[in-house]
């Protein structure tokens, strides 16, 4: 399925209620337009991924918060929660690992559908990825505000750091660029 516009909660919403409610297809996968994919990266998801054990596995890709600098500094977009409003990136990056996270962009992500039931009897009646207003830090988008409910109906989210894809912005954030980015930092 393919869904557009610019109101992103609400489109992703559609898709997943769509999915949930219009088909029988155990797994689904979530990938934003400007995500490279590869089979390599599907087929660790797909090998990591566990309807009881890891009914939600999320790829990486890189994400950066200074996208107007020269060059952009990249971070991985799977986080652990500091409080309400504040998440911390998962960085450094472990190496091919298959790790537990608290939340991850939506760019990259399998999941499978007994989510559904588990989400829609917490929060009844409620669009799973409603933002949370605020303004600056307060804001929290529809992909962050997704984890959260998850964490909060007790399912669990993993990351799979060897799943590793190309995000296309002024140039592509990958695996190189984060690498090159970061040990340039280093004091010799």
Do not use: C
């Amino acid at each position: 399925m393919n869904v557009q516009g610019n109101q992103i909660g609400k489109q992703r919403q559609i898709l997943f209620d769509n999915w949930a409610d219009s088909t029988d297809i155990d797994w689904l996968l979530w990938i934003d337009s400007d995500v490279s994919l590869s089979i390599d990266i599907v087929k660790k998801l797909w090998d990591t991924a566990d309807k009881d054990l890891r009914p939600i596995v999320s790829g990486i890709y890189f994400i950066s918060k200074s996208t107007g600098d020269v060059l952009m500094q990249p971070f991985p977009a799977i986080f652990k929660n500091i409080d309400e409003h504040t998440l911390q990136y998962i960085h450094p990056l472990p190496e091919n690992q298959v790790i537990e996270v608290d939340s991850a962009g939506m760019g990259l992500v399998l999941m499978h559908r007994s989510i559904v039931s588990k989400l829609r009897t917490k929060f009844p009646n409620q669009s799973v990825f409603a933002e949370k207003p605020g303004i600056g830090k307060d804001f929290v988008g529809e992909d962050i505000a997704f984890f959260r409910k998850v964490k909060e109906a007790g399912i669990p989210i993993h990351a799979h750091t060897g799943a590793i894809a190309k995000h296309i912005k002024r140039f592509p954030l990958d695996m190189n660029y984060y690498v090159s980015y970061w040990n340039s930092l280093k004091p010799e």
